[in-house]
């Protein structure tokens, strides 16, 4: 498996989703360090204005303390470092829910950024997963399990779903939430994007590995 950037933020952490491995990046950003304290676990990479954070913060050749006033999120600064150190492959730990929608919002966002980059990312939470495609098709064994809500994401998205509970040609716009809760039922299943962005959400699941 190819190597992988870990982001952790402040939000809704899942503990038994975040295990990184020898060649992982872990990068703390902000209050995300309270969750990594909370494990026992130390990033190799703390980020942030610190205005999330809850003690004192560390210092060391690790720490990069931002500017309170930036055009960057703390997130999407994590993942241009991640980028830098050459990674194609991110899981945004702490990135849903929380106290502020705005932050899942804009970590959509850092999804879009990487993809525009080349690289590939997940939201991670307990029982979700939140990822964003372009154009191409992915396919999913009879073992797949869950719920599957697929949402255009900045226009008009052209689809093709197949083997799924609700199969689908056609265009998903974001005024018209047709695609929410679909459902993977022991078949195998492919979705296809011919055109546009497609935010796709996994829930109840099971098989992560093939959400890519």
Known sequence: MMAVCHLVGAGDFAPLQFDPQEEDLVIACDGGLNRLEELGRKPQVIVGD????????????????????????????????????GYKQFFLHGSLGGRRFSHTLANIGVLAFLLEKGAKGQLVGEDCRVTLWGRGKRSFSSLQKGLLSLFAYGGA???????????????LTPSFPLGVSNEFIGKNAWVEVKNGLLL????????FTEIY
């Open 50 to 85: 610190f205005d999330s954070y809850k003690g004192t913060v560390p210092a060391g050749e690790g720490v990069l303390r931002l500017p309170a006033e930036k055009d960057d999120t703390d997130m999407l600064f994590a993942a241009k470092l991640g980028l830098e150190r």
């Open 157 to 171: 998205c052209d689809i093709v779903l197949s083997g799924l509970k609700y199969e689908f040609e056609g265009t």
């Open 200 to 207: 796709a959400v996994f829930e109840k699941s099971e098989g």
